[in-house]
């Protein structure tokens, strides 16, 4: 795989109807996903997983279907979509044996997956501060850019 994707979120406004959700970034398993709820005062509840189902698509997409029984999400409600894969290292090459591109390649696609979750929430974090008019952010633009 190669992740061509830049984001790692994405959000939909509840409709009362829609159910199927589409996810335009790559993920590996329902795990790698945390889903939000978030209500018309800005207040998020996490979405349990198992009040929901993935289907993984072979182009690197996902779609997720919110909830998998009951009532679509209603107007109102916002559900927020995001990558969460952990901040661990699993793959091992060691020295000395046979050399599987394969493990180099996951490697670093899970490496870059987790650079573009901590640019999402340091732009969270800059949303925050001009939402409560601390604009002077140094050297933290460059960083996003």
């Known amino acids: 795989m190669t992740v061509t994707a830049t984001e790692s979120t994405v959000d939909y406004e509840g409709d009362g109807v829609t159910t199927s959700w589409?996810?335009?970034?790559?993920?590996?398993a329902k795990s790698d996903f945390l889903l939000w709820?978030?209500?018309?005062?800005?207040?998020?509840?996490?979405?349990?997983?198992?009040?929901f189902d993935i289907v993984f698509n072979a182009d690197?997409?996902?779609?997720?279907?919110?909830?998998?029984?009951?009532?679509?999400?209603?107007?109102?409600?916002?559900?927020?979509?995001?990558?969460?894969?952990?901040?661990?290292?699993?793959?091992?090459?060691?020295?000395?044996r046979k050399f599987y591109?394969?493990?180099?390649?996951e490697g670093l696609d899970r490496a870059v997956m987790q650079i573009q979750q901590v640019k999402t929430e340091v732009n969270k974090l800059k949303r925050r501060a001009l939402r409560l008019g601390d604009g002077d952010f140094g050297n933290l633009n460059a960083i996003t850019n």
């Open 101 to 105: 591109a394969t493990s180099l390649q």
């Open 60 to 96: 690197q997409t996902s779609t997720i279907t919110y909830p998998n029984s009951g009532s679509p999400l209603a107007s109102g409600l916002t559900l927020y979509i995001e990558r969460a894969v952990p901040y661990t290292q699993p793959t091992y090459i060691a020295n000395q």
């Open 37 to 51: 709820l978030i209500d018309e005062d800005d207040v998020m509840t996490v979405v349990d997983a198992a009040d």
């Open 22 to 28: 589409p996810v335009n970034f790559p993920a590996e």
